[in-house]
């Protein structure tokens, strides 16, 4: 593949940025940035800011024509996610990336011409229904149910970790159709509005700092017209869109922002004083962390290649997403070294560095490790679907 942009990718690379730049001012992260959201945006801000993406058409750049998109391919795509990250803006998440592709690949007509129309001019967000108390990592295990009653579905049951449940339109939910169904057997997946009698959310506040949501399913109707794909054959929708979701997880943004920023410091150095960038520990270390994020920028943009090129990446995603967790976790340990006594400071205490960041992307990047599969399951997709070993 070719590492570098063509002038008409870099053009459109100008053009993305300068949108996030006029869109993303100082005092428009003074007013609207919110740690306590996982997002780290107030939720008001975040759709505002989505439908402003749908109105310049980049919510839909990369869809196929059929489904009113413009037709690019995934290297645009991979872009526009790339600037988004580096410039933190909201909207980066499952209502822009993962969940289109599933409707796109498992969805029905009738569930396209409903539900794309809305994404694409970025009216509606969307919660993912999987994780509960008993099934995280281990996804099979799950024990909400939805049982058939004349043209609907009634589902029961909690979802834990449901990020952005508070601010969604709709769910993208996994419960058990077949109740004589053991792991991944007998799973289904449904659209579920959340405005449903029977929907309710609570929030719980993490030691990241932000807070997270469980949703609760109370004998809720869902119209049978909503199931995604065939009844008991959810596990194949939920793997095709946690494949999704991990290509748009791997997207190296947010790594070379923290890599920017962390040389632009060492360089300066704290108050202008003794510069950290003359310690040649310091230089070694950056070096090595400028080889990371270019090696994850690289895996990221040969990811895009390939489904550029009409293929369908499986395991090459889990790869991807490896290494932009490792890249993350290095990046962050540096950070709060480099930094020393600083790091630890929040934002507008007395000598707090880069705004309080570090610390911010410290606690969160723990949360990180286990989002579309921990490490070790990450490891495993590898493992079993690229390199053919046996469980």
């Not at 969307?126 to 579905?153: C, H, I, M, Q």
């Not at 070694?284 to 962390?289: G, K, Y």
Request: with cysteine.
């Amino acid at each position: 593949m070719e590492f570098q942009l063509n002038a008409e990718e870099a053009a459109f690379r100008d053009e993305v940025r300068a949108f996030l730049r006029r869109e993303l001012t100082p005092e428009v992260f003074a007013a609207h940035r919110d740690t306590t959201e996982q997002g780290m945006w107030t939720a008001d801000f975040t759709k505002a800011f989505r439908r402003k993406l749908g109105a310049a058409g980049y919510l839909g750049m990369g869809w196929p024509k059929e489904y009113g998109g413009g037709g690019r391919s995934r290297i645009y795509q991979a872009i526009l996610w790339d600037e988004m990250e580096w410039h933190r803006a909201p909207g980066l998440d499952r209502s822009m990336t993962y969940i289109p592709n599933a409707v796109m690949t498992f969805g029905s007509d009738a569930q396209k011409a409903a539900l794309l129309p809305k994404i694409i001019c970025g009216e509606i967000s969307w919660f993912v229904g999987y994780s509960e108390p008993e099934a995280g990592s281990d996804l099979a295990n799950l024990k909400t149910r939805a049982v058939a009653d004349g043209d609907d579905f009634v589902i029961t049951g909690q979802k834990a970790f449901s990020s952005d449940a508070h601010m969604a339109d709709y769910g993208w939910v996994a419960a058990r159709t077949d109740p004589n169904s053991e792991r991944h057997k007998g799973l289904s997946m449904f659209i579920v509005d959340m405005k449903s009698p029977g929907v309710t959310i609570a929030r719980h506040p993490t030691l990241a700092g932000w807070t997270h949501h469980s949703v609760h399913f109370d004998n809720v109707r869902v119209p049978r017209s909503m199931l995604v794909g065939e009844l008991h054959q959810g596990w194949k929708v939920v793997m095709g869109a946690i494949d999704f979701e991990r290509a748009a997880l791997a997207s190296p943004g947010l790594v070379n922002y923290q890599f920017d920023r962390l040389l632009a410091w060492c360089a300066h150095g704290r108050d202008g004083g003794e510069r950290p960038i003359d310690d040649p520990v310091v230089q070694d270390t950056l070096v090595r962390l400028a080889i990371e994020a270019e090696g994850g920028r690289i895996m990221s943009y040969w990811l895009a290649s390939l489904h550029a090129r009409g293929q369908y990446p499986q395991h090459e995603t889990s790869l991807a997403l490896l290494v932009k967790r490792e890249t993350a976790r290095l990046f962050d340990e540096a950070a709060m070294d480099l930094l020393g006594p600083y790091a630890p400071l929040r934002a507008g205490a007395p000598h707090a560095q880069l705004e309080g960041e570090v610390e911010v992307e410290y606690r969160d990047h723990l949360y990180f490790q286990f989002a579309a599969g921990g490490f070790d399951i990450t490891r495993n997709v590898v493992a079993q679907r690229g390199l053919k070993l046996p469980r």
